[in-house]
């Protein structure tokens, strides 16, 4: 058999560093018995009629049709959640029903930091709201519930921390997410 193949999403493809980073979590990938696919590994050569954006989209669909599971890094970006673009793939990729596996590296829930950027009351039914009256998730998931449902679906939680960790290079929970891995495939 060879060695599953896990796709590697996260908010990190818009670091400065992301080619590092990638080729870091790939190197761990293959030292705990994995090929990492990572989103920038594909050559995006655009041809006349197509765009970019629709050549990135189909490459990173291809490459979660390919892997065998994932790995999500739900760290906040660019606000309290996770990069919707990473909230997508983890939901395209459970619906193919293929292993997901998340982290993030804020200790936080979703509750807290939303809470905190926008404020919070109790209404009179006893919910949550922000200050523009939106009701606040107040379940103590790590993210919105359709994404730490979609791992808790599959009897696994993302993985968090015990106190936040600065910015989203490091890749404790990722190796935490690795070992997860190989014990779902039995090495």
């Known amino acids: 058999m060879s060695n599953p193949k896990i796709y590697l999403a996260g908010p ?34 655009v041809a006349p009629g197509e765009t970019l ?13 390919e892997a ?9 970006f660019r606000g309290v959640n ?5 909230a997508f793939e983890l939901g395209f990729f459970a619906a193919l029903g293929k292993p997901v596996f998340a ?13 905190g950027e926008f404020g919070v009351h109790v209404t009179p039914e006893g919910e949550h709201c922000d200050a523009r009256a ?7 998931n ?16 993302v993985i968090r921390p015990e106190v936040s960790l600065p910015g989203l290079g490091d890749l ?9 891995a190989r014990l779902h495939f039995g090495f």
């Open 172 to 180: 404790a929970g990722f190796m935490a997410c690795l070992r997860q």
């Open 68 to 76: 065998d599971a994932a790995i999500f890094n739900l760290s906040p």
């Open 134 to 140: 939106l009701l606040i998730e107040n379940f103590g």
């Open 12 to 45: 990190e493809v818009f670091l400065p560093d992301a080619v590092e980073i990638g080729a870091r979590k790939k190197i761990l990938c293959e030292e705990f018995g994995f090929v990492g696919l990572y989103p920038l590994d594909h050559d995006l050569a």
């Open 142 to 157: 790590a993210d919105n519930l359709m994404l730490d449902c979609a791992l808790k679906g599959q009897g696994r939680k």
């Open 53 to 65: 954006d629709e050549k990135i989209f189909a490459a990173n669909v291809a490459f979660l049709r």
């Open 103 to 115: 982290y993030t590296n804020e200790a936080s829930p979703l509750f807290d930091r939303v809470a």
């Open 82 to 86: 996770a990069d919707p673009g990473t």
